[in-house]
């Protein structure tokens, strides 16, 4: 399916962003959560939907882990 790749692709790119916003420590940091947020639920459906257990189990603990930071970062 097209859809799971545009997924797979926009969950990658807004991982790294988020990763690369968080790392600077700078005050837009905030937003790599936001990033990492839609990162883990973009990448938790492909997983979903391609059956993989172990991923979809990492990123739903990812998702709840980034739910924490961007209740802490706002």
């Given at each position: 399916?097209?859809?799971?790749?545009i997924f797979?692709?926009?969950?990658?790119?807004?991982?790294?962003?988020?990763?690369?916003?968080?790392?600077?420590?700078?005050p837009q940091?905030?937003?790599g959560f936001?990033?990492?947020?839609?990162?883990?639920?973009?990448?938790?459906?492909?997983?979903?939907?391609?059956?993989?257990?172990?991923?979809?189990?990492?990123?739903?603990?990812?998702?709840?882990?980034?739910?924490?930071?961007?209740?802490?970062?706002?």
């Open positions: 399916m097209i859809i799971n790749k797979e692709m926009v969950g990658a790119i807004c991982g790294v962003a988020g990763a690369v916003l968080v790392s600077l420590n700078i940091s905030k937003y936001v990033l990492f947020l839609i990162s883990s639920i973009l990448l938790g459906v492909v997983s979903w939907q391609r059956n993989m257990q172990y991923l979809l189990t990492m990123q739903t603990v990812f998702f709840w882990i980034n739910v924490v930071g961007v209740i802490r970062w706002f």
